[in-house]
T-cell receptor, first 113, second 114 residues
Framework: AQSVAQPEDQVNVAEGNPLTVKCTYS??????LFWYVQYPNRGLQFLLK??????LVKGSYGFEAEFNKSQTSFHLKKPSALVSDSALYFC???????????FGKGTRLSVIA | NAGVTQTPKFQVLKTGQSMTLQCAQD?????MSWYRQDPGMGLRLIHY???????DQGEVPNGYNVSRSTTEDFPLRLLSAAPSQTSVYFC?????????????FGEGSRLTVL
């Protein structure tokens, strides 16, 4: 069965600095990887996904993620953090075939002005 | 388009009461699912459906029932509410579980069981 781990409950970064939110995964086949963001009292919003191809995936709001097959990681990155990026971020993975999406426990990002 | 609509947004129940959380989508998505979100636990899958008339259990199905009589609707029923079911519930849909498409989420239903 597929699984995903987000090793950090909280990430703090100063505004203007680069940010990284970590994610590692486990699947039996080729992974389909996703990042979602949740703002307070809202549903989850899709940021980006990796299906195949280029290991560096670009998404919404200036975010990008790097797929690393050898390290089974899919870390979320942004070159310059904004205070408005403060939110809860979820990594998710789906295995090949008709399998549901499995989410990590989430990482709370706090960007300090 | 409205997307995924959940009702009610807030509900307080007493232990033993039953209720239904409604979920409707207007995107003609085949796949629909219910997650619960609890602090420190992330999102956990309760039930899902790959099309009308087809449902399956997720990670935490006990205490919940679902049905899928139409493509648009996927209600979640709590048969006899327990305090452990206090949570925020999210409905999500996508074109099909086997595709590479992303999930679209509703705004959530916050349930408190006393």
């Amino acid at each position: 069965a597929q699984s995903v781990a987000q090793p950090e409950d909280q990430v703090n970064v100063a505004e203007g600095n680069p940010l990284t939110v970590k994610c590692t995964y486990s699947v039996s086949g080729n992974p389909y990887l996703f990042w979602y963001v949740q703002y307070p009292n809202r549903g989850l919003q899709f940021l980006l996904k990796y299906i195949t191809g280029d290991n560096l995936v670009k998404g919404s709001y200036g975010f990008e993620a790097e797929f690393n097959k050898s390290q089974t990681s899919f870390h979320l990155k942004k070159p310059s953090a904004l205070v408005s990026d403060s939110a809860l971020y979820f990594c998710a993975v789906r295995d090949e075939g008709n399998t549901p999406l499995v989410f990590g426990k989430g990482t709370r990002l706090s960007v300090i002005a | 388009n409205a997307g995924v609509t959940q009702t009610p947004k807030f509900q307080v129940l007493k232990t033993g009461q039953s209720m239904t959380l409604q979920c409707a989508q207007d995107m003609n998505h085949e796949y629909m699912s219910w997650y619960r979100q609890d602090p420190g636990m992330g999102l956990r899958l309760i039930h899902y459906s790959v099309g009308a008339g087809i449902t399956d259990q997720g990670e935490v199905p006990n205490g919940y029932n679902v049905s899928r009589s139409t493509t648009e609707d996927f209600p979640l029923r709590l048969l006899s509410a327990a305090p452990s079911q206090t949570s925020v519930y999210f409905c999500a849909s996508s074109y099909f579980v086997g595709t590479t498409g992303e999930l679209f989420f509703g705004e959530g239903s916050r349930l408190t069981v006393l």
